[in-house]
């Protein structure tokens, strides 16, 4: 199967290079002239398949790593992340001790950053740390690093990279000044699950009301409340059956109104980190690693996915 798979990309390849005149011209170098413009007018998807077309004409030309690179960035600006994640450990790999192995280094942290998974990013900061330690931009790599600490809520571990700054770099103010960010971090007015489980458990509502959701707290307490007398009323009627009932429904939507009160507790405390680092990564200057020929090298323009 791989095999007949493979035979029909390179005959696909092939016709893309036999109709390539009319369009981006013959030559493996107007091919990636090409490639480079759809990249540029940030058409990734036709952008990947030129790079692909050039490395199919040009499997070993002075431009190969390149294109290959380029390759993930289309999937990384495309937000196919977990593909550029794929495309870049595997150049990483191949090219340690390299230019262009550290910057896709880099870049797997860029893509785990864009799907969330902060510990992953930052192990692939570590391992560019590791692999090259003497790099210059190496600084704007700590402070990367202490920002997915940040993240992941490691206040602690974030002070203490970003203090790994060094003294006469140009980046120091700044890593000084997300330092104290990090103590604005833990004193954010947060909400105890616990407490609002236990207030909802005592009084049906009061959890609600605690987290800031006054019509949920009213709702569930007007429920549970309807409930506890069609309850009553029914037993006093005789009516077991119907009060049995009613008796389940108020035990789970009683139950519902615990986990509800804890869930809101968390959501609201995940809503208050959010709005604090987003207000961090503006203030700071928390953006993007910018064109991604710029000599291969991180600035602190970093993506605002960190």
């Given at each position: 199967?791989?095999?007949?798979?493979?035979?029909?990309?390179a005959c696909y390849l092939l016709l893309a290079a036999a109709a390539g005149p009319a369009q981006a011209g013959t030559s493996a170098a107007e091919v990636?002239?090409?490639?480079?413009?759809?990249?540029?007018?940030?058409?990734?998807?036709?952008?990947?398949?030129?790079?692909?077309?050039?490395?199919?004409?040009?499997?070993?030309?002075?431009?190969?790593?390149?294109?290959?690179?380029?390759?993930?960035?289309?999937?990384?600006?495309?937000?196919?992340?977990?593909?550029?994640?794929?495309?870049?450990?595997?150049?990483?790999?191949?090219?340690?001790?390299?230019?262009?192995?550290?910057?896709?280094?880099?870049?797997?942290?860029?893509?785990?950053?864009?799907?969330?998974?902060?510990?992953?990013?930052?192990?692939?900061?570590?391992?560019?740390?590791?692999?090259?330690?003497?790099?210059?931009?190496?600084?704007?790599?700590?402070?990367?690093?202490?920002?997915?600490?940040?993240?992941?809520?490691?206040?602690?571990s974030a002070r203490e990279a970003f203090s790994r700054c060094g003294i006469d770099s140009p980046l120091r103010s700044q890593a000084e000044r997300m330092?104290?960010?990090?103590?604005?971090?833990?004193?954010?007015?947060?909400?105890?699950?616990?407490?609002?489980?236990?207030?909802?458990?005592?009084?049906?509502?009061?959890?609600?009301?605690?987290?800031?959701?006054?019509?949920?707290?009213?709702?569930?307490?007007l429920i549970n409340g309807t409930l506890i007398l069609a309850a009553v009323e029914a037993f006093d009627k005789d009516q077991n059956f119907a009060g049995?009932?009613?008796?389940?429904?108020?035990?789970?939507?009683?139950?519902?109104?615990?986990?509800?009160?804890?869930?809101?507790?968390?959501?609201?405390?995940?809503?208050?980190?959010?709005?604090?680092?987003?207000?961090?990564?503006?203030?700071?200057?928390?953006?993007?690693?910018?064109?991604?020929?710029?000599?291969?090298?991180?600035?602190?323009?970093?993506?605002?996915?960190?």
């Open positions: 199967m791989n095999y007949i798979r493979g035979v029909v990309i990636l002239a090409f490639a480079d413009q759809l990249f540029g007018q940030k058409d990734y998807y036709r952008a990947i398949t030129e790079y692909k077309r050039y490395l199919f004409l040009e499997p070993r030309g002075e431009d190969a790593v390149t294109a290959e690179f380029q390759i993930g960035m289309s999937y990384l600006n495309g937000d196919k992340l977990e593909t550029a994640i794929e495309v870049f450990s595997e150049l990483a790999d191949r090219h340690i001790n390299e230019v262009i192995g550290r910057k896709a280094l880099l870049m797997t942290a860029e893509a785990y950053s864009g799907l969330k998974k902060y510990r992953e990013a930052q192990d692939s900061l570590e391992k560019s740390l590791a692999i090259y330690p003497e790099h210059p931009d190496n600084d704007a790599v700590r402070v990367l690093i202490g920002w997915c600490l940040l993240r992941q809520g490691e206040t602690a330092i104290g960010e990090t103590s604005g971090y833990d004193r954010l007015p947060l909400k105890s699950p616990l407490l609002a489980g236990s207030l909802s458990a005592v009084l049906p509502g009061a959890g609600q009301l605690y987290v800031g959701r006054p019509r949920d707290g009213m709702l569930a307490f049995s009932v009613f008796v389940l429904l108020d035990v789970s939507w009683y139950a519902g109104n615990i986990y509800n009160a804890v869930n809101g507790a968390h959501k609201v405390n995940r809503s208050r980190k959010q709005d604090f680092l987003d207000e961090v990564e503006v203030k700071c200057g928390i953006m993007s690693s910018s064109d991604p020929r710029d000599g291969l090298s991180p600035t602190l323009a970093f993506r605002t996915r960190f």
